[in-house]
């Protein structure tokens, strides 16, 4: 299914709309939302992307993420990829906002994040998630760092609010 988007400026101002797949051929600047989940012991969950996933399959990317639609809120985005994704419905809290661009082709998204407690089972989305499991943020940046594949946005994540 080919969602609508919100076309956004450089000041996150919607000034107009496009089918998801027209704004990712056009790389037009568009809005992501990213949930970080975290268990009691402050380790974070990351989901493996499946075969399903069009764009990077097989890397570890955040706990929840995915395109803000047109007229969607962050927040109601974030709910809506939780529950599309694993099936949960986090008390959302907000970490920050900021504009990521993509070294290898100038694309620009307005990334929001946000983060919960999470202790409970998840129901991954066939195909599209493969595995959740939970590292320290230590542990991440050493996979990072050793060349294992992870989500850019994930690394821009870490290195802006983490």
């Keep these: 299914m080919d969602e609508l988007l919100d076309i956004v400026d450089s000041t996150d101002v919607v000034v107009g709309t496009a089918l998801k797949s027209v704004a990712q051929a056009r790389n037009l600047r568009r809005r992501i939302v990213h949930v970080l989940l975290f268990n009691s012991s ?4 990351l989901q493996l992307r499946g075969p399903a996933c069009k764009f990077l399959p ?12 047109s007229g969607e809120t962050y927040v109601a985005a974030a709910l809506r990829e939780s529950l599309e994704e ?9 970490v920050g906002k900021k504009l990521f661009v993509s070294e290898q082709s100038g694309l620009e998204l307005f ?3 946000f983060k ?3 202790f409970g089972e998840f129901k991954l989305e066939e195909g599209k998630v493969v595995a959740v499991e939970y590292f320290s943020i230590q542990k991440i940046k050493e996979m990072i760092n050793k ?6 946005e994930l690394v821009f994540i870490l290195k802006n609010f983490f």
């Design 86 to 94: 694993l099936r949960i419905t986090p008390d959302l809290i907000f």
């Design 42 to 45: 402050g380790d974070l969950a």
């Design 147 to 152: 060349g294992e594949k992870f989500h850019p």
């Design 116 to 118: 919960s407690n999470c």
């Design 58 to 69: 097989g890397y570890w990317c955040t706990s929840i993420g995915g395109h803000v639609m």
């Design 111 to 113: 990334i929001s994040v």
